[in-house]
């Protein structure tokens, strides 16, 4: 691999970590399960490792969790660092681990290094701080310097004492997990369901969305436990010389430890007590994902220190995703609210690692070829945290059995379904017509950046799309003749309704530009709408074109490709979407309801005018389209990297590899308040 490779690889996995970091620490919504996040993690150390000088400031290796949001709950600073834990996956790792701290500690090889061992609960981190012995705060890991407020919630859980027993520290901050019991989360989720609310995806999903409540009543009707595993901030004596010690007396103030906790002296008994949780992890009543080490010496672990994100005296050895053997009943087709067709397995019920799992991902056609499974056949499953588990094999490929045939169309609308060339996915062309994406498409072309349609709310387009007012576009302009059948729904009176027909109305001449986004064809995003109406000017041009382009006329399609920054995904995806009858029904329906004018750009004087202009970092009083729109009414070009040609690159907080290009290549370099400010100077 060459650097210029591996330092686009370590972009990629810093964006799609810090991605994924989001979804499981501060949205409690995994996209992944914990082993493919794991394999991210450990592809970036060995990138990492290879080539040291293209460690990146936002790299994976130095970040904790995920920074704490605008939060409800309000924040806490740690006054000492929650960190994160490094992770082993075989036999061989620990035994790399402790021959590390062995030489780190200078030890002779017979000197015996005693660790402690525990489960590693699957729960939400937790500090608890408590100042002669009561309690007075309660905080979420965040981003292991800074999290969340939760001393109101964690009032309701019975596991944390208010107060502790016997002589305390002047202050003493407890830390562990605040987790959820396998049979409790089944009853929660049991009981969300009768009551038609959200299902929790597992165990540590379920205690982290229960404690991170804005109201605490909520977290106390949910069923959370809580045990230690280590300590922050102390005022005070230290209760012992041992993580052992610590962890006894910890026991004895009245929080609860793990069950499993013990004491290893040697490489063999450390080995023995991960094959012993190992062999009870289906059996005990809370989900776990491996056992954890310490240095047991507090001196030892005092002297080791610490690497960016983790202690040099801890490691969690994972456990394998766990698995069981059932049967494939059927296979049905999932149709998401972007067209994607996605196959689900429908299973024998089988009990994997205490929950008892009816439906697989089988992920996209391709998938599905590749183990070569059908209804009928045996299969290995592993969940890993995932809502909907995955196969690991097919048992039976070889028995004669009639082949499973992916849809051509979709099952819900018949409209063809397609892939992109280099993509596996398959999705459906329908669009506004499909059933499965229609309302989320309404909820689109509403929203801001399309036409911007006050009253029109999400929950307004579900109450509409039920009782068969609103199926497409073109019936929001028709909302006028339902006044009255509106004013008899509960909650609306004259002035709402007059506000939400006064504003579909004076949507009748929509810029043609928000309107083409606003279709929610794939890959025409707001900027894309743009550039191809700044060229196109009116919509019946450009679908004229489109088709042509379609039908394989080489100077239509050149006439759309010569547009900068369109390429040859945007021309099928127009091609796609006007060959479908359904869609140029909904698009010729629409244009009977509004006559959007020719669309032009009305392009300002400024010192921009004419030059290219590159946005980088994160952009915090705006959207990285309205900038780019903001470049176009100057007279300048967005372009999306930097080179030679740029004039001016405009940098937010985090910006990276674009600064030090542009800041090599003697580019003007300016922060956002400096282009707010050429913006408002432009006349």
Request: net charge negative.
């Amino acid at each position: 691999m060459t650097e210029a490779q591996a330092a686009n690889e370590l972009m990629r996995l810093a964006k799609a970590i810090a991605h994924h970091n989001r979804r499981y620490h501060a949205e409690d919504d995994p996209e992944i399960s914990d082993p493919e996040y794991d394999a991210l993690v450990r592809r970036n150390e060995e990138l990492e490792a290879a080539f040291p000088q293209l460690v990146r400031d936002d790299s994976p290796s130095k970040v904790v969790g995920h920074a704490v949001a605008t939060s409800p709950l309000g924040k806490v600073t740690h006054e000492v660092r929650m960190m994160s834990l490094d992770n082993a996956f075989a036999d061989e790792e620990i035994t790399d681990f402790v021959a590390r701290v062995r030489r780190y500690l200078n030890l002779d090889e017979d000197e015996t290094i005693a660790f402690t061992a525990e489960d590693k609960i699957d729960g939400l981190s937790c500090s608890l701080r408590y100042e002669r012995g009561k309690l007075v705060r309660a905080a979420t890991r965040g981003d292991g310097q800074v999290g969340e407020d939760v001393t109101p919630n964690v009032a309701h859980i019975a596991d944390i004492p208010q107060e502790l027993a016997g002589d305390v520290p002047a202050v003493f901050e407890i830390r562990g997990e605040v987790y959820m019991a396998k049979e409790d989360f089944l009853a929660l989720n049991a009981a969300q369901e009768e009551a038609g609310g959200k299902l929790f995806a597992n165990p540590r999903n379920a205690a982290a969305g229960s404690l991170r409540q804005k109201d605490a009543s909520v977290t106390a009707q949910r069923p959370l436990r809580f045990w230690s595993h280590g300590w922050g901030a102390v005022e005070g004596e230290v209760p012992g010389e041992t993580q052992a010690a610590v962890v006894e007396q910890i026991a004895a103030w009245g929080v609860p430890v793990s069950p499993l906790f013990t004491r290893c002296e040697n490489l063999e008994q450390m080995f023995a007590h991960y094959e012993k949780i190992g062999s009870q992890r289906a059996e005990l009543p809370y989900e776990i994902d491996g056992v954890v080490y310490k240095v047991d010496r507090l001196d030892w672990q005092e002297r080791l220190g610490f690497v960016a994100k983790a202690p040099r005296w801890a490691i969690a050895r994972k456990f394998p995703a766990e698995q069981a053997e059932t049967t494939i009943e059927a296979i049905d087709i999932q149709v998401g609210r972007t067209g994607k067709l996605t196959p689900v397995g429908r299973l024998a019920p089988v009990l994997v690692g205490g929950v008892t799992v009816t439906n697989v991902t089988l992920h996209n056609r391709d998938e599905i070829e590749r183990l070569g499974v059908r209804p009928g056949d045996r299969v290995v499953i592993q969940r890993a945290g995932d809502v909907i588990p995955q196969v690991v094999r097919n048992l039976t490929p070889d028995v004669t059995r009639k082949p499973f045939n992916f849809p051509d169309n979709c099952p819900e609308c018949a409209s063809e379904a397609v892939s992109e060339e280099g993509e596996v996915d398959v999705r459906c062309t329908g669009g506004l017509i499909c059933p499965a994406q229609r309302t989320e498409r309404l909820k689109h072309f509403v929203s801001r950046g399309a036409l911007d349609m006050d009253g029109l709310g999400e929950k307004t387009i579900d109450q509409f799309f039920v009782l068969g007012w609103l199926e497409s576009p073109a019936d929001i302009f028709r909302l006028k003749d339902r006044r009255k059948d509106i004013l008899a729904l509960d909650g609306w009176q004259d002035k709402s309704v007059d506000k939400l027909l006064a504003s579909v109305e004076s949507r009748r001449e929509p810029d043609a530009a928000r309107l083409l986004f606003g279709l929610g064809i794939r890959h025409v995003g707001a900027v894309t709408a743009r550039d191809l109406l700044r060229h196109f000017h009116t919509l019946p041009a450009l679908r004229e074109t489109a088709e042509k382009a379609h039908l394989g006329d080489e100077d239509a399609g050149g006439k759309l490709t010569s547009i900068d920054g369109i390429g040859t995904a945007v021309v099928e995806a127009l091609g796609d979407f006007f060959h479908e009858e359904h869609n140029v029904a909904v698009w010729d329906d629409l244009l009977s309801e509004v006559s959007p004018p020719r669309f032009e750009v009305e392009t300002l004087q400024s010192p921009v005018a004419g030059k290219t202009v590159v946005f980088t970092g994160k952009l915090e009083t705006m959207s990285r389209d309205e900038a780019k729109s903001q470049a176009e009414r100057l007279g300048a070009k967005a372009s999306g990297s930097v080179s030679a040609k740029t004039d001016l690159l405009v940098a937010g907080p985090g910006a990276g590899s674009k600064l030090k290009k542009a800041e090599s290549l003697g580019i003007e370099v300016i922060d956002e308040a400096g282009w707010a400010a050429i913006v408002a100077a432009a006349k």
